[in-house]
């Protein structure tokens, strides 16, 4: 199984910017889905942009215009580009991958989930 490690959250003042990364633990030979998620205190996780197939995204309408996903073509996980960061963007922020890597010469498909990294937006 492939494991996801994110990086990048942090505490940022409302208005500024932040960029996360997912690093995978091993060598992804393709994706059908991947995308950022996030959860804050007491709600659920929610989805935050995605990237599907071969390259449509879709972003949750509160984050439009301010976030942008990415694919890192080199390690076949997404990032996220967030400017213009607001308290309400206050959340962990796990990534998420579903895609097929080799086991030997079998391939394998799986969906993982990062740990989460906190994203704080606060003066």
């Known amino acids: 199984q492939v494991q996801l490690v994110e990086s990048g959250g942090g505490l940022v003042q409302p208005g500024g910017s932040l960029r996360l990364s997912c690093a995978p633990s091993?060598?992804?030979?393709?994706?059908?889905?991947m995308g950022w998620y996030r959860q804050a205190p007491g709600k659920e996780r929610e989805l935050v942009a995605a990237?599907?197939?071969?390259?449509?995204?879709n972003y949750a309408d509160s984050v439009k215009g301010r976030f942008t996903i990415s694919r890192d073509n080199a390690k076949n996980t997404p990032s996220l580009q967030m400017n213009n960061l607001k308290p309400e963007d206050t959340a962990v922020y796990y990534c998420?991958?579903?895609?097929?890597?080799?086991?030997?010469?079998?391939?394998?498909?799986?969906?993982?989930w990062g740990q989460g990294t906190q994203v704080t937006v606060s003066s």
């Open positions: 091993g060598s992804i030979f393709s994706t059908s889905a």
């Open positions: 990237i599907i197939g071969g390259g449509s995204t």
């Open positions: 998420n991958v579903q895609g097929t890597y080799y086991r030997g010469p079998y391939p394998r498909e799986f969906t993982s």
